[in-house]
């Protein structure tokens, strides 16, 4: 049942289905920002439904990108590297993050000025991450006190060597997209490796770059070509069955087609680790990401300790994870900090929505510890407007003694509309 924003989430006995997760946000951002800067027409099927990455496409079009929309089919009539043009107003990323950052890294390289600005969760998110390397790179960027909105005046950009301080896959990629309009070589070493999908992405679209080992290089004027490329589904969308079928009794999903790069895959290992039983079939691959079947199945809940060299590979993961430990299970994450400056607070919201469901849960000053011995009690837990604890506290919510009320359970559109439709489909 929905009611104005919220959904009451019944007890369950378990899941079963079988379930094709919408195409990669993560992945259908880089396509569309990397489509608008080629010439010609480009394909993306499957793209992203969310509202994160229909943020991107008005971005694009606003820069003078044509866009055509057919169900999860994305048509974009690109530009050129360097060739976007003067947007008539503010362009608006909404709620996301991954827009804003890479955006401004294009925008770098551009010879007009743009502004950019979000909703209130965004307006607080850090920016100074992507503006000190940019700057260095010769843009001229305002902000207000380091966040949005954010005005950039682009031009001719030189390469930079630059060593990334919070290991963050946004400001690689803002880096990597400001040094294909940049002078000379652009050099990224990161401080720990973060999802690799800009890299893979250029490289379709006929860049060429180099990764060796930490650090990725690219050189400045190369030119794009349009192509017609499938999204996989995304992993971390798919990672809410995963977890409700590793959580309950009785339970199995299968989720056919879905990402599986390397350095998204971290929570199946961690599931595993958790108790799971994972089935992973790898059958092909579209535009050098991998993709294939993943099947899960319960038996058992064990604990689980998350150290900080897992969590670059598993950052978005982790409120579905401490979901899974609600479950009987147990959790501690270290060395994640970097939840704190996402859509919203996650360590504080997260430990705040379980508790109220009942949870045996604890902040820490860069993490969280989730003790699920006792069986939640269910209650109204608040997504403070953010969509992956929207979705895990229903995930947490199924195990409960009594029904639990989701506030804020529209934010799930930001990347999985449609996803209280499906949890009520595969409930047993
Ligand atoms: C993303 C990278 C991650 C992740 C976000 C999407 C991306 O952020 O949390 O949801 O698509 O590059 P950071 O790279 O800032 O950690």
Same mark, same amino acid.
């Given at each position: 049942?929905?009611?104005?924003?919220?959904?009451?989430?019944?007890?369950?006995?378990?899941?079963?289905?079988?379930?094709?997760?919408?195409?990669?946000?993560?992945?259908?951002?880089?396509?569309?920002? +990397?489509?608008? +800067?080629?010439?010609?027409?480009?394909?993306?099927?499957?793209?992203?439904?969310?509202?994160?990455?229909?943020?991107?496409?008005?971005?694009?079009?606003?820069?003078?990108?044509?866009?055509?929309?057919? #169900?999860?089919?994305?048509?974009?009539?690109?530009?050129?590297?360097?060739?976007?043009?003067?947007?008539?107003?503010?362009?608006?990323?909404?709620?996301?993050?991954?827009?804003?950052?890479?955006?401004?890294?294009?925008?770098?390289?551009?010879?007009?000025?743009?502004?950019?600005?979000?909703?209130?969760?965004?307006?607080?998110?850090?920016?100074?991450?992507?503006?000190?390397?940019?700057?260095?790179?010769?843009?001229?960027?305002?902000?207000?006190?380091?966040?949005?909105?954010?005005?950039?005046?682009?031009?001719?950009?030189?390469?930079?060597?630059?060593?990334?301080? %919070?290991?963050?896959?946004? *400001?690689?990629?803002?880096?990597?997209?400001?040094?294909?309009?940049?002078?000379?070589?652009?050099?990224?070493?990161?401080?720990?490796?973060?999802?690799?999908?800009?890299?893979?992405? +250029?490289?379709?679209?006929?860049?060429?770059?180099?990764?060796?080992?930490?650090?990725?290089?690219?050189?400045?004027?190369?030119?794009?070509?349009? *192509?017609?490329? #499938?999204?996989?589904?995304?992993?971390?969308?798919?990672?809410?069955?995963?977890?409700?079928?590793?959580?309950?009794?009785?339970?199995?999903?299968?989720?056919?087609? %879905?990402?599986?790069?390397?350095?998204?895959?971290?929570?199946?290992?961690?599931?595993?680790?958790?108790?799971?039983?994972?089935?992973?079939?790898?059958?092909?691959?579209?535009?050098?990401?991998?993709?294939?079947?993943?099947?899960?199945?319960?038996?058992?809940?064990?604990?689980?300790?998350?150290?900080?060299?897992?969590?670059?590979?598993?950052?978005?993961?982790?409120?579905?994870?401490?979901?899974?430990?609600?479950?009987?299970? #147990?959790?501690?994450?270290?060395?994640?900090?970097?939840?704190?400056?996402?859509?919203?607070?996650?360590?504080?919201? +997260?430990?705040?929505?379980?508790?109220?469901?009942?949870?045996?849960?604890?902040?820490?000053?860069?993490?969280?510890?989730?003790?699920?011995?006792?069986?939640?009690?269910?209650?109204?837990?608040?997504?403070?407007?953010?969509?992956?604890?929207?979705?895990?506290?229903?995930?947490?919510?199924?195990?409960?003694?009594?029904?639990?009320?989701?506030?804020?359970?529209?934010?799930?559109?930001?990347?999985?509309?449609?996803?209280?439709?499906?949890?009520?489909?595969?409930?047993?």
């Amino acid at each position: 049942m929905t009611v104005r924003g919220s959904f009451v989430v019944q007890p369950a006995n378990g899941v079963r289905g079988v379930v094709r997760v919408p195409g990669d946000k993560s992945i259908a951002h880089r396509y569309a920002l +990397l489509a608008a +800067l080629s010439p010609g027409r480009s394909v993306l099927r499957g793209y992203a439904p969310g509202a994160d990455c229909r943020a991107t496409l008005a971005c694009i079009e606003a820069l003078g990108a044509a866009v055509v929309r057919a #169900e999860a089919t994305v048509t974009v009539i690109g530009r050129g590297v360097g060739r976007l043009s003067s947007p008539a107003g503010i362009l608006d990323a909404l709620n996301s993050g991954t827009t804003t950052r890479l955006l401004t890294g294009v925008l770098a390289g551009h010879p007009f000025t743009a502004t950019i600005t979000g909703d209130d969760s965004l307006r607080r998110r850090p920016m100074r991450r992507v503006i000190v390397p940019l700057t260095l790179m010769g843009a001229r960027i305002g902000s207000t006190n380091g966040c949005l909105p954010m005005t950039i005046e682009g031009g001719p950009l030189r390469g930079i060597d630059y060593h990334t301080e %919070v290991p963050s896959a946004q *400001v690689k990629s803002a880096i990597l997209l400001a040094g294909l309009h940049a002078s000379g070589v652009t050099r990224v070493t990161e401080s720990a490796p973060t999802r690799n999908h800009t890299e893979v992405a +250029l490289s379709r679209f006929g860049a060429d770059v180099t990764v060796t080992g930490s650090v990725v290089e690219l050189r400045g004027g190369q030119t794009l070509h349009a *192509v017609d490329l #499938e999204i996989p589904g995304d992993l971390s969308s798919a990672a809410f069955w995963a977890v409700a079928a590793a959580a309950m009794p009785g339970s199995s999903v299968e989720l056919p087609q %879905v990402g599986l790069n390397p350095t998204r895959r971290v929570v199946l290992d961690v599931l595993q680790r958790a108790g799971a039983e994972i089935e992973v079939d790898e059958s092909s691959s579209d535009g050098g990401e991998p993709v294939g079947c993943v099947r899960v199945r319960h038996a058992g809940v064990r604990p689980i300790t998350v150290s900080p060299g897992d969590v670059p590979g598993l950052i978005d993961e982790l409120p579905a994870l401490a979901a899974l430990a609600t479950h009987g299970g #147990e959790i501690t994450v270290t060395g994640a900090a970097e939840l704190r400056v996402k859509e919203s607070d996650r360590i504080s919201a +997260l430990v705040a929505g379980l508790r109220a469901l009942g949870a045996d849960a604890d902040e820490l000053p860069d993490g969280f510890h989730v003790n699920g011995s006792r069986r939640l009690a269910g209650g109204v837990a608040d997504a403070v407007g953010d969509h992956r604890l929207a979705m895990s506290f229903a995930i947490a919510a199924l195990g409960a003694r009594g029904p639990s009320t989701i506030l804020g359970a529209e934010s799930v559109d930001v990347s999985y509309p449609g996803f209280f439709g499906v949890l009520s489909s595969l409930t047993i």
